[in-house]
């Protein structure tokens, strides 16, 4: 991605999506976000306060970087060194396997059938 600090956040959320969604990734507008957040180190109400404001050089190109790695099939829990899982948040890296949505229901199942 093309490091342009003339750029809002939310422009530079767009082009994050677009470019997503022309590779066929998943989900464009979620993972957009997640990494957007991740290379500004805000929360969602806190990206959404700042749509409009300039994004700053050195998040811009940490934020091309997560979006670069991501095209190339990098799973965002990677990119963003994290997953939460069954309500927790546990720390990842590609050493480790990412927690699948299926997996909760099997941790659920097993938690039925588990006498108390």
């Known amino acids: 991605m093309t490091i342009n600090t003339n750029r809002t956040i939310r422009q530079a959320l ?17 993972d957009a976000r997640v990494l957007l957040r991740h290379a ?3 929360t969602d109400v806190e990206l959404f306060l700042q749509l409009d404001e300039l994004l700053p050089a050195v998040p811009a190109a940490a934020f091309a970087d ?6 190339t099939g990098e799973p965002v829990a990677y990119l963003i060194g994290r997953r939460e899982f069954y309500g927790l ?15 909760e229901l099997l941790v659920e199942r097993a938690i039925e059938a588990l006498p108390d």
């Open 89 to 103: 948040d546990f720390r990842v890296s590609p050493a480790v396997l990412i927690p699948r949505p299926e997996t």
């Open 66 to 71: 997560v979006v670069d790695r991501r095209l």
């Open 40 to 42: 500004l180190g805000v």
């Open 14 to 30: 767009q082009e994050a999506q677009q470019r997503f969604s022309n590779a066929g990734v998943a989900a464009p507008p979620l």
